[in-house]
């Protein structure tokens, strides 16, 4: 699967993202940042985008 395929996908952030950490999207943890904002271990999130390996999140 590629990264792209993620786009538009939630998940459940695993750790708090402060911006960086880990969510779990589909079942897998996947290594994503968001832009800037501290989010709390257990948040909702929705993958925004794609940079390079970078998967960018938000709260949902």
Same mark, same amino acid.
């Given at each position: 699967?590629?990264?792209?395929?993620?786009?538009?996908?939630?998940? #459940?952030?695993?750790?708090?993202?402060? %911006? &960086? =950490? $880990?969510?779990?999207?589909?079942?897998?943890?996947?290594?994503? #940042?968001?832009?800037?904002?501290?989010? %709390? &271990? =257990? $948040?909702?999130?929705?993958?925004?985008?794609?940079?390079?390996?970078?998967?960018?999140?938000?709260?949902?």
């Amino acid at each position: 699967m590629s990264l792209k395929e993620l786009i538009g996908k939630t998940g #459940v952030a695993k750790t708090p993202l402060r %911006p &960086a =950490g $880990t969510a779990t999207i589909d079942g897998e943890p996947v290594d994503v #940042v968001t832009l800037g904002e501290f989010l %709390p &271990a =257990g $948040t909702t999130i929705l993958v925004t985008g794609v940079e390079g390996m970078r998967i960018i999140v938000k709260e949902t």
